[in-house]
């Protein structure tokens, strides 16, 4: 069956949608920017999570948690980006082409000192788990529904990646 | 440990040293809310990836090259849209009405932005053209004053060109773009960017090589990025070979990467004013580790690249 796509004007959900994306947007630029390490990268990510969010404004219904349904929205987007990070090399030319001076602070972050270019290193899963708990300020819970995963399984990504990070400390790999 | 560890995680980033979102997200929404349900988003918006190898892009040229060959036919909603900058909360109000049935703001700036890929949307306005034309036109601008246009202005880095083919430096500036507000028809494109001190003769990119000896015992990527490309050869223990890389501006150097496996980042270096030099990968202190050091010595003819099957990966 083919797909017609609907003519008619925003629906209520829509609105609310616009509404609320709104406000999130510096919230959800950081969280981008964090989990991938990159400003412009962040900006295309927020914006494919807006768009997302869009298409499906009338999954969300009247008192859900929109911040939650949008983080969920933009973390998978990111961890897309993140995974298809192992196939392709990308270069963001607007860190070679900069010359105003101005720095990308993501970028800057992982470059920083050790502990956090260690979790700029982490594989896609447990950087996310790092970045979302102990950036994002999100229990384990939360951050737990912001993956779609169990409980235990965020508590044991995020094990596994303090125990890489440790690793690196015991080896002399990272000094704080 | 685990105490430290975690405090040192949470006390590592402070939320309030990252940037607001750029106007740009704001604009997605205003386009978002202007666009018939259930349509997806169409043109040129994505903002700043590109696979390599690339090359700058002059402003001024590409904005000739709009008003030379793009007449975007237009089929869009209509709305009264008032004049605002885009991502300001409250518009601004226009020096006269705006009348009705123009082209909204999010397909003016779709419009604005077909041959304007990279560049950042800094403010969509319209209005009466001789309220938002630029500062100091002159006679050869033939639009007239009190036609309605849509004005959109984008910033990115201005390479600035006299009729000779003689160009300055890039550097920061502007270029806006004028629509028929009631159509979308492209009209005009200006371009600004501050005075710069000497025009240069345009240079073609230049090849730099330089030679890479691996005398660990670890398989490496090496990741070379330049100011418009990059490559990345592998390098099994004991090869050895010569990287060529265009630069743009030789000043610009290289920036240099050696990756072991699962994407890991062994060592890095920067080259600002690179000479000819051969890299030597040689083992670091703990094993799987490398170092890298250059010596001012290179092969007189260059050594093709060693044949491998290492893949290298980036983040």
Redesign the interface.
């Given at each position: 069956m083919r797909h017609v796509?609907?003519?008619?004007?925003?629906?209520e959900a829509?609105r609310r949608f616009?509404v609320l994306?709104?406000e999130e947007?510096?919230r959800?630029?950081?969280l981008a920017?964090?989990l991938l390490?990159s400003?412009?990268?962040a900006?295309?990510a927020?914006?494919d999570a807006?768009?997302r969010g869009?298409?499906s404004a009338d999954s969300l219904r009247n008192g859900g948690d929109f911040q939650a349904w949008l983080d969920r929205i933009l973390v998978n987007v990111c961890r897309d980006r993140?995974r298809r990070?192992?196939?392709?090399?990308?270069?963001?030319?607007?860190a070679?082409?900069d010359?105003?001076g101005q720095v990308d602070?993501?970028q800057a972050?992982a470059e920083r000192?050790a502990?956090?270019?260690a979790?700029?290193?982490l594989p896609p899963d447990e950087r996310m788990v790092?970045v979302l708990h102990?950036?994002h300020d999100l229990t384990l819970a939360a951050t737990a529904e912001r993956l779609n995963w169990p409980v235990g399984t965020v508590k044991s990504r995020l094990n596994r990646a303090?125990g890489r990070?440790?690793e690196g400390?015991v080896?002399?790999?990272l000094r704080? | 440990?685990?105490d430290d560890?975690?405090r040192?995680?949470?006390d590592?980033?402070r939320?309030t040293?990252?940037?607001?979102?750029?106007p740009?997200?704001?604009a997605?929404?205003v386009e978002?809310?202007q666009r018939?349900?259930?349509?997806?988003?169409r043109g040129p918006?994505?903002?700043?990836?590109?696979?390599?190898p690339?090359t700058?892009v002059a402003i001024l040229a590409v904005a000739t090259l709009i008003g030379g060959g793009q007449k975007p036919s237009v089929s869009g909603p209509t709305s009264g849209s008032s004049a605002h900058d885009v991502g300001s909360p409250s518009p601004t109000i226009p020096s006269s009405p705006l009348p009705t049935g123009g082209i909204g703001e999010s397909r003016a700036i779709e419009l604005a932005s077909v041959n304007s890929i990279?560049w950042t949307l800094i403010a969509a306005s319209a209005g009466r053209y001789g309220d938002l034309k630029p500062p100091g036109s002159g006679p050869g601008d033939d639009i007239p004053p009190d036609r309605f246009v849509w004005a959109v202005k984008f910033a990115s880095?201005a390479t600035i060109c006299n009729p000779l083919g003689v160009c300055m430096s890039?550097?920061?500036g502007t270029v806006t773009v004028y629509l028929d507000y009631f159509t979308g028809t492209f009209l005009s494109s200006a371009g600004f960017s501050a005075a710069g001190p000497t025009p240069s003769a345009p240079s073609p990119p230049v090849t730099f090589s330089f030679d890479v000896e691996n005398r660990s015992h670890v398989p490496v990527i090496v990741?070379v990025?330049?100011?418009t490309g990059?490559v990345?050869p592998g390098f099994e223990p004991g090869q050895r070979g010569t990287i060529s890389i265009p630069l743009l501006n030789p000043r610009?150097g290289v920036s240099i990467e050696v990756e072991g496996g699962e994407?890991?980042?062994l060592a890095s270096g920067n080259f600002p004013t690179p000479e000819p030099f051969t890299l030597l990968v040689e083992d670091g202190p703990?094993s799987g580790?490398v170092t890298i050091s250059t010596i001012a010595d290179a092969s007189s003819t260059p050594i093709p690249l060693p044949s491998n099957s290492l893949v290298?990966?980036?983040?």
């Open positions: 796509p609907s003519t008619a004007a925003p629906s829509h616009l994306a709104s947007l510096d959800l630029y950081r920017g964090l390490g400003g412009p990268e900006q295309d927020v914006g807006l768009e869009w298409q993140l990070r192992s196939h392709i090399r990308f270069i963001a030319l607007a070679y082409h010359r105003s602070p993501y972050l000192d502990l956090t270019e979790v700029a290193r790092v102990f950036w303090l990070i440790r400390l080896q002399g790999e704080l | 440990m685990s560890l975690e040192w995680l949470r590592g980033v939320p040293e990252f940037p607001p979102a750029p740009g997200l704001r997605r929404l978002l809310e018939p349900i259930g349509t997806r988003r918006w994505k903002h700043s990836l590109i696979l390599v690339v700058a990279g880095e890039p550097r920061p990741s990025a330049s100011d990059a990345l610009n994407c890991r980042l703990e580790t290298g990966c980036g983040g």
